[in-house]
């Protein structure tokens, strides 16, 4: 396509934007979802570009950017409840400290950018969000928008996955493309999504909308396994376990005490877990449940062994620059040398230049320093802390159920971004920040009930 022709076509898409932000930026949020997991990177529609997007995603969520600028500068329209709360606080430091490790970093230029797609992420999907999700119809119109793109995604994935044969697992992990990179950020999109699919469709009034959420929830179970995305399917089945561990409403004390007895538990056995993954030959598979068993083969799986190269080597980064780290988003272009002869598998490249660290967790850790990490595992826990308090303050009901649902959805990813990175990604940006905003606006919103009306009881068991 050339530039005029590319012309013809932006100038009418950016003017009906720019009018549809002023008429209803609420609208223009939901269209932005609904397109998210249909956008495409620009230097596929241009044939190669010096700096690339996802359109039109983030040029739309970069006017919203301007317009939350504006609101929160000029007119003052966020409410303050909103900005003061403890999630929101956390992101700002945590946009502020990429801000520091920009100005750090060991390729600016490539930082910058990412601190402009996280403002941008944060501005429309989190801030603007979070005004609106105060309302139950928008936190379900969140959720449904960007459902019914990705359905069109998803159908276009199993006619693909169908014409090479059902399973074809090595083909199902590119069918997803060009919408997609590959299988594992597909296979998570609709990890986050299924939980609150599912509440929305035993809570639902009506029939027709209850057969269109029915009907995305059937949809979404066959892309998620044909996906054959090892991590998504372990997120959501451990965000699912404690979903049901949380359903019971156990006294908060007793939950802590659980939960830290678990962890200790699972430190001091690390030794013999990784002993045993260590013995297990269990190759990726087209059996889904070999396939499954395969996630903890470190002996023999390339993919596994590649994840394992890519975790030391951000370690060993980290070690290098443990305070600033090496500047966000730059993790790609300085791993290669870190990798040693011994650790480098079949598939891993000379050059280091496929990808990230396949780690939220430890590819913050070396992007940005101990700060940058302990801010974002901060965040992290603040979202996952957030929807517990909305979930034991709420009576069991169709707003209870949800946000319990909207908190399995968060969880999947946070238990998923041990394995994987995709939170510079639009597609998973979406859903992350979109599913906080909702935890932080529903307690907000029960918040102001209860200073109404301090006699108010909790509907927590």
Known sequence: MTGSELLILIIPAALAVILLALLSLENLLLLTLFLTPLSLQLSLITGGTGIDLSVPTEPVLALVLLITIFKLVVTREFPPRLLRHPVTILVAVWLLWTLVTSVTSTMPAVSFKTLAYRLWFTAGFYLVAATIAGRERFRERYVIAYALGLAVVVVYFIVRVQGAGLLNQQ???????????????????MAFLLPPLAAMFFAGRGMLKRSIVGGLILLFLAGFILSYSRAAWVSLIAAAAMALILWIRMPVKLLSISAALFIAALVLSAGWIWQRMDSTTQDSSADLGQHLRSASNISTDQSNLERINRWKCALRMFTEKPHTGWGPGTYQFKYGPFQKASERTAISTDFGDAGNA?????GTLSESGWPGALLFLSLVLGAMITGLKVWYRLERGASGYFALAVLT????????????????????????WGFTAIVVAMDLQHSSQEEADPRKESGAA
């Open 409 to 432: 959805g968060l969880a999947t990813y946070a238990i998923h971004g041990i394995m994987n990175s995709f939170l510079d990604s639009d597609k998973i940006a979406a859903l992350w």
């Open 358 to 362: 396949h780690s939220e967790y430890l």
């Open 171 to 189: 083909f199902a992990h590119s069918a997803c493309y060009p919408f997609y990179k590959d299988h594992t950020s597909f296979g998570a999109s």
